[in-house]
């Protein structure tokens, strides 16, 4: 284990003790490089990684970057003063702060088990009825719940006509369970499937029974949406570092791939507006799905 000090953006007493976990965290992971004496170090970003990769530079080990958002965060700014070359996601055009010389956009990886999904599986596996259009909402992380709370306030109009897969997040599963039982009807409760978390095969399953993706926009999420070719309504993060979620959105959906909705419009009325807009036009939602 390598210590590793993280950098608050706010005050905190933890960042006192952290000043003092770096320079051990160099000193451990110079001894680590050294001894293991590696052909490269590739880092993926993180608070965790400025140790190795100030010591694999220290050693002159070849050190390559790769980052998945628009806006890179503070650690790959700093690791990519002295990486040899930058892997990014998106366009280098798009990209910011790295020197265009040292970039090479080369996508996001993902996980190939998301593109081994089938509607008929996911019928089966998510208790899916196939009688109307699905809908799946990506909670779970940062922010979830605000997404939930919207969706649950419109919840028996959007469930009118449309069948919904909702992960709502571990923490908030048993509060939107509860709400969501208050709020809709016994007629209308089979085309409603909350979970609190999907599982790979759920997940993939659910990608290819999906008409729509609602999400919020981390890179992860968008090169996944874009690897199952779906169209999708994609609602940033406002609190995300550097504002990388609405540059990540934006950014998508510039080629048609997507809807954008900050978080301010994302009213119950307005959200329930744009999905009936989109599916009374399935050319345009074909097109989103072709673009992504």
Known sequence: TILAGKVRR???????????????GILQAFYHIFVISPDVIFSKGGYGSIAASISGRILMVPIFLHESDISP??????????ALEIFISFPIQKTEYFPAKKMLSVGNPVRKE???????EAKKLLELTGEKPVILILGGSQGAQRINDKILSTL????EDYEIIHQTGKKNFEQVKKEAEIVITKELKKY????????ESEIANAYSAADLIISRAGAGTIFEIAAVERPSILVPLPESAQNHQIKNAYTFAENGAALVIEETNFTPHFVLERIKYLFSQPEKLKEMAERA
Do not use: E, W
Not at 10 to 24: A, C, M, W
Not at 192 to 199: E, R, S, V
């Open 156 to 159: 028996p109009n959007i469930l």
């Open 10 to 24: 706010y005050f905190s007493f933890k960042n006192i003790i952290d000043i003092f976990k770096l320079p051990i």
């Open 73 to 82: 965060g503070l650690a790959n700014r700093i690791v990519g003063k002295f």
């Open 192 to 199: 409603y499937h909350p979970f609190p978390f999907l599982n």
């Open 114 to 120: 998301i593109l081994a999904g089938s509607k008929k």
